[in-house]
Nanobody
Framework: QGQLVESGGGWVQAGGSLRLSCEAP????????MAWFRQAPGKEREFVAA????????NYADSVKGRFTISRDNAKSTVYLQMNSLKPEDTAIYYC???????????????????WGQGTQVTVSS
C-alpha cells in the first residue's frame, strides 16, 4: 500500500470523459497485473478493470464494458483508465492496484492484492 499514486480524477457531467492515471514511483511494476477498483458512497469496493503485464489481455466489469478502457505503459510504469460516456453511477473513489502473482481474472476478487493506491475521486453529475 502506498506504492501506487492515482491522478486524473475530478468532476464531469454525465456523458463526459476522464482519464485516470496510476503511477508507481520508486519501483517497477512492468511484470505485474494491474487493475482499477472503485468504491461508491455506502457501497463495497468493486472491480472495474484489469490488464496483464504485456497488455495483451484485459478484463472488465460488465458495468463499464464498452465505456472504459484500461491500458498501460510499462516504460512509464503507468496504467491508465480511459472513462467515456460517464454516468452518475460511476461516481466513486477509484483505486489502482497491482500484484505480481494474480491474474487479470483473480485480481478482480479484490483480495490478496499486494499494492494499492490511495484513490482519486471521480464525480459525475447529472
Amino acid at each position: 500500500q502506498g506504492q501506487l499514486v492515482e491522478s486524473g480524477g475530478g468532476w464531469v457531467q454525465a456523458g463526459g470523459s476522464l482519464r485516470l492515471s496510476c503511477e508507481a514511483p520508486g519501483r517497477s511494476f512492468s511484470t505485474y497485473v494491474m487493475a482499477w477498483f472503485r468504491q461508491a458512497p455506502g457501497k463495497e469496493r468493486e472491480f472495474v478493470a484489469a490488464v496483464s503485464w504485456s497488455a495483451v489481455s484485459t478484463n472488465y466489469a460488465d458495468s463499464v464494458k464498452g465505456r472504459f478502457t484500461i491500458s498501460r505503459d510499462n516504460a512509464k510504469s503507468t496504467v491508465y483508465l480511459q472513462m467515456n460516456s460517464l454516468k452518475p453511477e460511476d461516481t466513486a473513489i477509484y483505486y489502482c492496484a497491482a500484484d505480481p502473482s494474480l491474474t487479470i481474472w483473480t485480481i478482480a476478487r479484490g483480495a490478496r492484492i499486494t499494492y494499492w493506491g490511495q484513490g482519486t475521486q471521480v464525480t459525475v453529475s447529472s
